[in-house]
């Protein structure tokens, strides 16, 4: 079985400007959660999709946001990008909801904000 | 919402000695603790994970113990080996997953 791809690896953005970033789940999986991980901060909750819809939100401002398509394929974006916008972000797919369950991790989407 | 604290953040040890590291948790309600390994340039990847109704779990060189009383949860390698070098997560929820900020684990040959 393929594992989660992200896309695409690396990103380099400038202040102001918005991004999408996409994420494939492992074939039959309907959960999808995004995380932000930087040095200070670790493993950020960002939201997670089940079967297109939002299941949970992190404590994130309203330029983050999210979708999940009816192949699960998810994408987010965030827009007016800030420096501190610069991290690590990794999409997880899990066959079911993932807080109680394994989650199986991309290799991340590295964002530079310059 | 939940807290997880986790300690301590970069932990040093011979090979072949054991490894320790602990979290702890606010929320009560939560029921689910995975530990999560994540090597340089990879996503993470469970190792193990316990949920509320069990006290102990072990997988060959790994085991996590979880006391619900005081709200803390232990990751614990034994036999550690080079290939354990990574930074490991701990998490804790029980709708919607709080992580640690990691613990850098390095084993010295």
């Known amino acids: 079985k393929a594992g989660v791809t992200q896309t695409p690896r690396y990103l380099i953005k400038t202040r102001g400007q918005q991004v999408t970033l996409s994420c494939s789940p492992i074939?039959?999986?309907?959960?999808v959660s995004w995380y932000q991980q930087t040095p200070g901060q670790g493993l950020q909750f960002l939201f997670e999709y089940f079967s297109e819809t939002q299941r949970n939100k992190g404590n994130f401002p309203g330029r983050f946001s999210g979708r999940q398509f009816s192949n699960s394929r998810s994408e987010m974006n965030v827009s007016t990008l800030e420096l501190g916008d610069s991290a690590l972000y990794l999409c997880a797919s899990s066959s079911l909801v993932s807080s109680i369950n394994e989650q199986f991790f991309g290799p991340g989407t590295r964002l530079t904000v310059l | 919402g939940e807290n997880v604290e986790q300690h301590p953040s970069t932990l040093s040890v011979q090979e072949g000695d054991s490894a320790v590291i602990k979290c702890t948790y606010s929320?009560?309600?939560?029921?689910?603790f995975p530990w999560y390994k994540q090597e340089l340039g990879k996503g993470p990847q469970l190792i193990i994970d316990?949920?509320?109704?069990?006290g102990e779990k072990k997988d060959q060189r790994i085991a996590v113990t979880l006391n619900k009383t005081a709200k803390h949860f232990s990751l614990h390698i034994t036999e550690t080996q080079p290939e354990d070098s990574a930074v490991y997560f701990c998490?804790?929820?029980?709708?919607?997953?709080?992580f640690g900020k990691g613990t850098h684990l390095i084993i010295q040959p």
């Open positions: 929320d009560s309600a939560s029921n689910y």
């Open positions: 998490g804790g929820g029980a709708d919607g997953l709080t």
């Open positions: 074939s039959g999986h309907r959960s």
């Open positions: 316990i949920r509320s109704n069990v």
